[in-house]
């Protein structure tokens, strides 16, 4: 039995502006979970956007982002326009001039796209298109039997995946691999799928290529583990 992907967690330093700026620019309800704020998906999205407070600084670019779609050219132009009065900015990671996306980063640097009308390769998503990772052909592979979703794109090493029920792609763009700086500042939460015991669940991530951390970013009864590339994920405890 596979693992069900719960959240996309931000470690932020200051999670209420974070959850604030995207709640309105996704058009997601906040709530207050204790330990971190939440977004409620109000579409297909099938999983959470959490907030978690962090003391560590941003450094280099996420390993992660999010990609935005636009159904025309003036909502394209509408979204980047809400998001930059929102408090987020442009930036240029090398995307050049001719690209037709728009490359911005939110209140504490989290760099996402507003991908342009017309991408075939979205064109079935909802407003958040793809969460796109750096990452290995082999690390797609491993999401894939990690998730129990299927592989939607296997080609030149580049990979993706994307949940049986609809919702955003995980892609990952293949070598050359940006080099990591420290830990994520995006991560994936996770929790077995129907509920059963943790351990086991830990057992079968490990033989697809997991490894297990030792450190404390998960929140409290979670394991931080990590996936063939090094990126940190937490399973957490069943509910």
């Not at 719960?6 to 995207?22: E, G, I, K, M």
């Not at 779609?69 to 050049?96: K, W, Y």
């Amino acid at each position: 039995m596979a693992s069900r992907l719960v959240s996309l967690t931000f470690a932020a330093n200051q999670p209420l502006l974070l959850a604030r700026f995207w709640g309105d620019l996704l058009g997601w309800e906040p709530v207050d979970e204790g330990d971190s704020i939440a977004l409620l998906p109000s579409d297909d999205t099938g999983f959470r956007i959490r907030f978690r407070r962090t003391s560590e600084d941003k450094v280099g670019q996420n390993q992660m982002h999010l990609d935005l779609t636009s159904s025309s050219l003036e909502d394209q132009q509408a979204r980047v326009a809400a998001a930059l009065g929102l408090g987020g900015r442009h930036i240029d990671v090398g995307q050049g001039a001719e690209a037709l996306h728009v490359v911005l980063a939110d209140p504490e640097g989290n760099e996402f796209c507003v991908i342009e009308p017309g991408n075939s390769f979205l064109a079935d998503c909802g407003l958040i298109g793809a969460l796109a990772c750096d990452g290995s052909q082999a690390v797609g592979y491993f999401w894939s039997e990690a998730l129990g979703w299927p592989l939607v794109w296997d080609q030149d090493q580049e990979t993706a995946i994307r949940s049986p029920h609809g919702g955003p792609k995980i892609t990952w763009g293949g070598p050359p691999l940006m080099p990591k700086q420290g830990r994520n500042r995006l991560c994936l939460d996770l929790e077995h799928a129907d509920g059963g015991d943790q351990w086991n669940e830990v057992d079968r991530l490990v033989s697809l290529g997991a490894h297990r951390l030792d450190d404390g970013l998960c929140p409290s009864g979670a394991v931080p583990m990590e996936d063939p590339d090094g990126n940190e994920f937490c399973l957490l405890p069943p509910r």
